[in-house]
């Protein structure tokens, strides 16, 4: 069966520092991977999408990138955290096509003080 | 501009009561319309899909209505119980066979015993 692992579970980093979120992927091949940041009481917010190794998709102009070196991996990286960048990060992957489902991680509570 | 809406206000019912969801979005012409449930501090869980050409979909005590001409989905928990509490987000395809969802804000739903 397929699982999705996403750490940490909690983080809190000073504004300026780097940060590195790593999703990987198990029991799947060649899945659609996507980066969702949620902030408080709001909705998810597409970053990033990737649909295969190297091939990432930036959905908003931030502060953050992201990149998938295997095909089952997918980081989520900032050189200098904002304030801003607080938030619930998700990972997510599917099978791609027409009307797959997203399947979540756990995800990672960021919080920039 | 494309939007999804869902009512930010929390919806309070009764155990046994009947809960209806509200999504609407303007702006998109979707080929499928999802559900998911969010507990808090975890990432969503897939609940139901249903595409432009149905009207309704079931699945248990859930049930999930589509219309494309009112731009508009309803989502049902019938005989709603207190585990049913949560906060539901309705997500649909932003251009069609790319996997890429966009989400609304979820509605929290409290059931009291």
């Known amino acids: 069966s397929q699982t999705i692992h996403q750490w940490p579970a909690t983080l809190v980093q000073p504004v300026g520092s780097p940060l590195s979120l790593e999703c990987t992927v198990e029991?799947?091949?060649?899945?659609?991977l996507y980066w969702y940041r949620q902030a408080a009481g709001r909705g998810l917010q597409l970053l990033f999408y990737?649909?295969?190794?190297?091939?990432i998709s930036s959905e908003v102009p931030q502060n953050l990138s992201a990149s998938r070196p295997q095909d089952r991996q997918f980081i989520l990286s900032s050189k200098k955290l904002l304030l801003s960048d607080s938030g619930f990060y998700l990972c997510?992957?599917?099978?791609?096509?027409?009307?797959?489902?997203?399947?979540f991680g756990s995800g990672t509570q960021l919080s920039v003080l | 501009s494309q939007k999804i809406e869902q009512n930010s206000e929390a919806l309070n019912i009764q155990e046994g009561k009947t809960a209806t969801l509200t999504c609407n979005y303007t702006?998109?012409?979707?080929?499928?319309l999802q559900w998911y449930r969010q507990d808090p501090g975890r990432g969503p869980v897939f609940l139901l899909l249903i595409r432009e050409n149905e009207k309704e979909k079931r699945k248990e005590r859930l049930k999930v209505t589509f219309d494309t001409t009112l731009k508009q989905s309803l989502f049902h928990i019938t005989a709603s119980q207190p585990a049913d509490s949560a906060t539901y987000l309705c997500a649909l395809d932003d251009t069609g066979n790319t996997g890429k969802l966009i989400f609304g804000q979820g509605t929290t739903l409290q059931v009291k015993p």
């Open positions: 702006n998109y012409s979707p080929a499928y």
């Open positions: 997510a992957w599917s099978l791609g096509g027409d009307g797959e489902k997203l399947f």
């Open positions: 990737s649909v295969g190794i190297g091939q």
């Open positions: 029991g799947t091949s060649n899945p659609n």
